[in-house]
């Protein structure tokens, strides 16, 4: 079936009306079935209003054109734009008809199947079921002929046929006859015989054309890029540039080079983008298979998954949030709050996900800052920066070192120690510490006011927290006529009628910013600015019904148990990044309905969804099936973090298993530390323990197998292998040393420690390396530095993060999280701490290296 999206929430709400019988054949329900006929009535209804109205409108539009002048060259070209426009409206509005018509039909073939109406199903019920809104009788007969009785009596029920006889008079007007007119009453005869008009269906949209020409012009600067991009690469190879050291094969790795970085630039899916050019690199003959895919055998990549899994697993049982409750407790300054909130995540981060960590960790910061009066800008974006640095310390510690590692035995080259970074990481991390507690009062200044405890907390909430954008529709005849203020729903709403933001009527928004004497009709939507907690209120209020605002309608259920809330901030690998609001499909993949969308800036006013965009970092409020949220745990492979909206009290965490899980890792940990074992056994074995014991089960700890990082991983290594065997490696690391080498080592290491944070604020940090380490080795080699120096100063300079909310998944969790971060602020606070941890790096690095 195919919507108009800006016409969804006037559509049949097919998924309504289905969940309603599925719960009168399982339950027996009187309540559900009364329930579905009263919403049966309602969408009638509303398909038949809006329908109406949207032909009324083409009438008028008409009849406006044909009594126009003609024969002048502008009021000509006017009148062809009008009617083409016409024409477009037209045919969307056949289609919605269309869809609509074979919905209600379905519907009913559906509840007479389902439910045994009039003996056709297969339940046989002689239970009598009648509607309270419209007589819709009991079930002797069924409800497939009473339907379409209604649809026979309806104008949209007819629309093939009134559309098609206004295409007639328009094709009339069009070949040059007069006196042409378009009105309802021509419409109203009797239609005695039912078939498509032949103007309707020969007339087709000009839009198809159209998009099909604006999805051609899209591609054409993507194509006039690459073409640039080509013809360089192509000019340089015919130059003979650096011959000695770059032949044909050099520039082909080159040109693929620079379209890989090209698409991660554009947010292409990392993992894609590095298989596809390690794949074209090795059917090209450029790299064999071994330099092409080892990273499948690589004992540190497998490594890499393993430790995210054990992360993921720990996260889950709770064992992060207790230990977060129990060490923050009531600081008596913002200075020691800093400390009790940095220093655990900075211990986490060098023994776990940083990502789950900050999952874990942000709801209970948030409990505690509203209850403490901070605001949770103070922390959110300090964690972030803390745990990129704190997560050098040990080998183990992030998927970076661990690439570097794999990339050093893989070019038998010796390999670090497990803490053989910590001397340099922790400098850093110490420094990194001080400086936070002491910028951040500073540089967000303007959240630094702790709020008086006797405030209403719910006030605070609101001007702290994020807001969402929903919409809800008057459902219900009791409040057709009311005003505003007397239909009881500012009572719910944080601002009042404040957070109001329009009222649309048939797709036309009538007021902007109603007052409270607005009065309101059936089927009117309202565009709200509300909190997550709201919309769990509006859920549950009579008479209005919260829409969804994506393409998957609101599931319906009369056991309120059955559905949950979940907040969501999407990761980049979703397969909602990229697709409109309006049109985002959530059923098929989580049965969930998009109902509550963050609209980052607090100045928004918008009326159509439509111009709505998903991202890489947006957060929504799903309506999703019970026990989403404990299924997915903190975050997904689809959601960075995800976190349940109201609802029953959280089930009691089991923290028998909670320190079981804590425990597992921390032996893990220990046998890591000593080298007792090799690392993938290691950390194979604590996962054979953790779902042992119970602590997982053996499809969750599959599920948390980080496929994406691990093709990421893979495709960099082939990449970077490339780079490294066709000399490119080679000439960038001369390049440096010969513009650098006036400064001496510390110059080249300067020199790659700025070019490596500055890659990280755009590229995936496994990429940055795998991709910079050949290079790496080439400087040092060249330049008489130890490579391990070098190879450590790469380590902790792809760590460096810190200068945009997009380079790392936890500085977008905390931009996400926090409405009022600016893009700015993370560069105030970041880019000092870069020039900071550089300062420190380096000669700590010369220091505990020196050979």
């Known amino acids: 079936e195919t919507r108009v999206p800006e016409w969804h929430n006037y559509y049949v709400n097919y998924a309504r009306l289905k969940g309603w019988i599925q719960e009168v054949e399982t339950c027996g329900s009187e309540a559900a079935a009364q329930q579905f006929f009263e919403e049966l009535t309602l969408n009638f209804r509303r398909v038949d209003g809006f329908y109406n109205r949207k032909e009324d409108d083409l009438f008028s539009r008409f009849e406006k054109l044909a009594k126009s002048p003609q024969g002048d060259e502008s009021a000509d070209e006017s009148a062809d734009v009008g009617i083409q426009s016409i024409e477009e409206e037209m045919d969307k509005l056949r289609s919605y008809a269309e869809v609509n018509e074979e919905a209600l039909k379905n519907i009913a073939m559906k509840f007479d199947e389902h439910t045994g109406a009039g003996g056709t199903g297969k339940h046989g019920r002689s239970r009598t079921i009648s509607g309270q809104s419209a007589d819709w009788g009991g079930l002797s007969e069924p409800l497939g002929p009473r339907v379409a009785a209604r649809l026979s009596k309806r104008r949209f029920g007819n629309a093939a046929e009134r559309i098609g006889a206004m295409s007639t008079q328009i094709e009339a007007w069009k070949a040059g006859a007069a006196n042409v007119t378009l009105q309802v009453q021509q419409l109203e005869e009797p239609l005695l015989l039912k078939k498509k008009s032949t103007f309707a269906m020969l007339l087709q949209p000009a839009m198809k054309s159209k998009s099909r020409l604006g999805a051609a012009r899209a591609y054409i600067g993507s194509a006039m890029y690459f073409s640039v991009i080509s013809a360089i690469v192509i000019g340089l190879a015919a130059g003979k540039v650096a011959s000695d050291m770059l032949n044909t094969q050099s520039y082909v790795v080159i040109w693929v080079t620079a379209i890989t970085l090209t698409l991660l630039v554009w947010q292409w899916p990392s993992d894609a983008v590095m298989l596809g050019a390690t794949l074209f690199l090795n059917l090209c003959g450029l790299i064999d298979a071994k330099e092409a895919w080892g990273g499948f055998s690589n004992e540190v990549v497998l490594s890499v998954a393993a430790l995210s899994v054990v992360g993921d697993i720990v996260s889950r049982t709770g064992f992060v949030d207790i230990l977060f409750a129990k060490v923050i407790g009531q600081p008596a300054s913002l200075a020691i709050a800093h400390l009790k909130i940095l220093i655990p995540c900075a211990l986490g981060a060098a023994t776990m996900s940083n990502t789950a960590v900050m999952a874990c960790s942000m709801s209970a910061i948030e409990e505690w800052c509203s209850k403490a009066g901070y605001h949770t800008a103070m922390f959110f974006m300090p964690i972030s920066y803390l745990m990129l640095i704190a997560g050098t310390i040990a080998i183990f510690s992030t998927s970076t070192n661990m690439v570097a590692q794999a990339l050093l035995v893989e070019n038998g080259l010796p390999p ?234 959280k089930k009691q965490t089991d923290k028998s298993i909670a320190y079981l899980s804590g425990a597992i890792l921390g032996v893990m940990l220990f046998f890591m530390a000593f080298e007792i074992f090799h690392l993938f056994p290691t950390v194979l074995a604590a996962i054979f323990a953790l779902v042992g014991t119970g602590c997982s089960s053996l499809d969750g700890a599959k599920k948390a197998v980080p496929l994406k990082v691990v093709f990421t991983i893979v495709g960099a290594f082939g990449l970077g292998n490339s780079i490294g065997k066709h000399g490119i490696a080679a000439f960038l690391g001369s390049s440096l040393v010969s513009m650098f080498s006036p400064f001496g080592q510390l110059g080249l290491l300067v020199s790659v420690f700025v070019a490596v944070a500055a890659l990280g604020v755009i590229f995936h940090g496994t990429a940055v390396v795998a991709l910079m380490f050949q290079t790496c080795v080439s400087v040092a080699q060249t330049g008489g530095i130890p490579v391990h120096q070098m190879i450590a100063v790469l380590c902790l300079s792809v760590a460096c993060q810190m200068l945009s909310p997009v380079s790392y998944n936890t500085n977008l969790m905390a931009y996400a999280a926090c409405p009022e971060y600016e893009f700015k602020d993370f560069v105030i606070l970041g880019a000092p701490l870069v020039g900071l941890i550089m300062l420190v790096a380096i000669p700590m690095c010369q220091l505990w290296f020196p050979e």
Not at 425 to 447: D, E, G, N, W
Not at 519 to 526: E, G, H, L, S, Y
Not at 616 to 641: I, N
């Open 416 to 649: 670090f120690g497990t803490f053989d970074l910590a001397g340099p990481a922790f400098a850093c991390t110490f420094v990194s510490l001080i400086y936070l507690v002491v910028a951040t009062p500073i540089v967000l200044a303007r959240f630094q006011k702790k709020e008086s405890s006797s405030e209403d907390l719910s006030q605070r909430s609101d001007t702290k927290y994020r807001h969402w954008y929903a919409r809800v529709q008057v459902q219900s005849q009791t409040y057709h006529g009311k005003t505003l203020q007397d239909s009881g729903l500012p009572a719910i709403l944080p601002n009042g009628l404040q957070s109001v933001m329009a009222v649309e009527r048939y797709c036309n928004v009538i007021e902007r910013h109603p007052s409270p004497e607005f009065v309101i009709n059936v089927d009117d939507i309202m565009e709200l600015r509300v909190r997550s907690m709201t919309i769990e209120l509006l859920r549950d209020f009579p008479g209005i019904q919260l829409l969804a605002l994506g393409a998957s309608d609101v599931e319906a259920s009369s056991n309120p148990d059955a559905r949950e809330l979940a907040e969501v901030c999407l990761d980049m690998g979703s397969k909602l990044v990229g697709k409109q609001l309006a049109a985002a499909k959530t059923y098929d993949e989580f049965e969930a309905s998009i109902v509550g969308y963050r609209v980052r800036d607090e100045n928004w006013i918008s009326t159509c969804e439509t111009a709505f965009t998903l991202a890489y970092g947006d957060q929504m409020v799903l309506d999703v099936p019970a026990g989403f949220c404990q299924k997915l745990g903190s975050h997904s492979a689809q959601f960075l973090s995800v976190r349940q909206v109201g609802g029953k009290p």
